[in-house]
């Protein structure tokens, strides 16, 4: 049995990231971390707590995160996800309730009872793991394998024309994890733009799978409707379930590049640009892998299947 940490700024995206990864057997989700990104933390609370009600399968504990980044004011998305992260689709209050430790504590607690066996995959801003790495840096040899959901390196991004939403939030956490020396595998948002992109014959799939598939295109609806203004495609992008699924099923990557990347946190213009050295002209150590494509059908397929 592996184990999971979700790290989550849960809105629409992370909803169904969630939902896989509760309803996948061969892992063990051992907590649900939130951070201010796409919502306020009390909303991402309240959105991972819905998911797992929603799951049906067993309920992790939640826990409370940082509230702003590192160094800068929040930056939301509600209009991309709607004001409540969820698509504004007036979800009812969930009957679970929010645990009393801080997310960091939580991460830190995590990695050192599973001691070695912890993967965690991060949704949002990566401020919670950069403070866990900032108050208690040998917690980082507990931890077996991270997944990140954050930066564009191989396109332009969809907040700037240089920065993904995640990374642009908090850039200098997103530095700190970066050169932290834990095992990263990246998946950028680009990459769930292509195979995972749930297009007009998937959502007849979702909507006619099951209550949980209707759910997930329900709640992408804001998304759906940000889409249509910047692109010709009907439907929404994945990136979190897209990350997810690398991280339940390392097998679905394709092609990826193991290289030295880092990110700009100093200038204003190009403020979380992600950059990856592909062709190692730095001579910098490898610090990441990052994914640069994934197989063909199979996203959709163990989506398909979980939601089920």
């Given at each position: 049995?592996?184990h999971?940490l979700?790290?989550?700024?849960?809105?629409?995206d992370d909803?169904v990231?969630?939902?896989?990864a509760?309803?996948e057997?061969d892992?063990?989700?051992?907590a649900?971390t939130?951070?201010?990104?796409n919502?306020?933390?009390?909303?991402?609370?309240?959105?991972?707590?819905?998911?797992?009600?929603?799951a049906g399968?067993y309920?992790?504990?939640?826990?409370?995160?940082?509230?702003?980044?590192?160094?800068?004011?929040?930056y939301?998305?509600y209009h991309?996800?709607?004001?409540?992260?969820?698509?504004?689709i007036?979800?009812?209050?969930?009957r679970?309730?929010?645990?009393?430790?801080?997310?960091?504590d939580?991460?830190i607690?995590?990695?050192?009872?599973?001691?070695?066996?912890?993967e965690?995959?991060?949704?949002?801003p990566?401020?919670?793991?950069?403070m866990?790495?900032?108050?208690?840096?040998?917690?980082?040899?507990?931890?077996?394998?991270?997944y990140?959901?954050?930066?564009?390196?191989?396109?332009p991004?969809?907040?700037?024309?240089?920065?993904?939403?995640?990374?642009?939030v908090?850039?200098?956490?997103?530095?700190i994890?970066?050169?932290?020396?834990?095992?990263?595998?990246?998946?950028?948002?680009?990459?769930?733009?292509?195979?995972?992109?749930?297009?007009?014959?998937?959502?007849k799939?979702?909507?006619?799978?099951?209550?949980?598939g209707?759910?997930?295109?329900?709640?992408?609806?804001?998304l759906?409707?940000?889409n249509?203004g910047?692109t010709?495609r009907?439907?929404?992008?994945?990136?979190?379930?897209?990350t997810?699924?690398v991280?339940?099923?390392?097998e679905?990557?394709?092609?990826?590049?193991?290289?030295?990347?880092w990110?700009?946190?100093r200038?204003?213009?190009?403020?979380?640009?992600?950059?990856?050295?592909?062709?190692?002209?730095?001579?910098?150590?490898?610090?990441a892998?990052?994914?640069?494509?994934?197989?063909t059908?199979m996203?959709?397929?163990?989506?398909?299947?979980?939601?089920?």
């Amino acid at each position: 049995m592996r184990h999971l940490l979700i790290d989550t700024d849960t809105a629409s995206d992370d909803a169904v990231a969630l939902l896989m990864a509760l309803r996948e057997s061969d892992v063990k989700v051992e907590a649900i971390t939130t951070v201010a990104g796409n919502c306020a933390v009390s909303q991402c609370v309240r959105n991972a707590l819905i998911c797992v009600e929603k799951a049906g399968s067993y309920a992790p504990p939640v826990y409370a995160g940082m509230e702003k980044p590192l160094f800068r004011k929040h930056y939301h998305s509600y209009h991309i996800h709607g004001k409540d992260g969820m698509g504004d689709i007036g979800l009812p209050e969930p009957r679970l309730t929010v645990e009393k430790t801080h997310a960091i504590d939580a991460i830190i607690e995590c990695a050192y009872r599973l001691k070695g066996e912890l993967e965690i995959v991060t949704l949002g801003p990566l401020t919670n793991l950069a403070m866990a790495v900032l108050k208690d840096p040998d917690f980082m040899k507990k931890v077996k394998h991270v997944y990140v959901m954050g930066g564009s390196g191989l396109t332009p991004g969809n907040i700037t024309p240089l920065a993904e939403f995640n990374f642009y939030v908090d850039a200098e956490a997103a530095h700190i994890i970066l050169t932290s020396g834990l095992p990263l595998t990246v998946v950028g948002w680009e990459i769930g733009m292509g195979e995972a992109f749930i297009g007009e014959k998937d959502i007849k799939t979702l909507n006619n799978l099951s209550e949980l598939g209707r759910f997930a295109v329900r709640c992408n609806k804001t998304l759906m409707e940000f889409n249509a203004g910047r692109t010709e495609r009907v439907g929404f992008d994945l990136p979190d379930p897209t990350t997810m699924s690398v991280a339940l099923y390392p097998e679905i990557i394709e092609t990826f590049l193991d290289a030295y990347s880092w990110i700009e946190y100093r200038s204003e213009k190009s403020y979380g640009h992600y950059v990856i050295d592909s062709t190692n002209l730095t001579g910098e150590p490898v610090n990441a892998r990052v994914v640069t494509s994934i197989k063909t059908g199979m996203f959709k397929e163990k989506l398909f299947k979980l939601l089920s």
